[in-house]
């Protein structure tokens, strides 16, 4: 009696954690009565639709990564093109943010007169 019953809790764990049981079908995804999951290491070469989810970091597929192509200084404004030096990419463009009186030490941080090394109107 006592190995009929360790025998059938075996069977019992062996089918509460197969797939079909907790709802993983394959491939990464749930049951239709589960919350959907992107499937892992999904590239977006294959499935450019794997930029449009919320966890992405960009939109744009540059070879097989999401990136943001209006901040990525190694795809700036478009794939491949990658920021010198001392240069950022705001809004898709190498800017120097140390001289820069619409970029000055920061995207998007404009100065009324000049920049200097980072700081708006700096005497």
Known sequence: MGQAAVLLMAI??????SPT????IGGGRRSRFLA???????????????????AS???RCCGDQCVDTDSDPFNCG????MCKFTRA????KCVRLAFDKKNCGSCFNRCKKTCM????DYA
């Open 12 to 17: 019992a764990i062996a089918l509460a954690l």
């Open 89 to 92: 990419c705001c809004d898709g």
């Open 36 to 54: 959907v999951t992107a499937p892992k290491n999904k590239k977006c070469s294959i499935d450019p639709t794997v930029c449009y989810g919320a």
């Open 21 to 24: 049981a907790t709802g993983d």
């Open 57 to 59: 970091p960009g939109r």
């Open 117 to 120: 090394y980072g700081l708006c």
């Open 78 to 81: 478009k794939c491949g093109k």
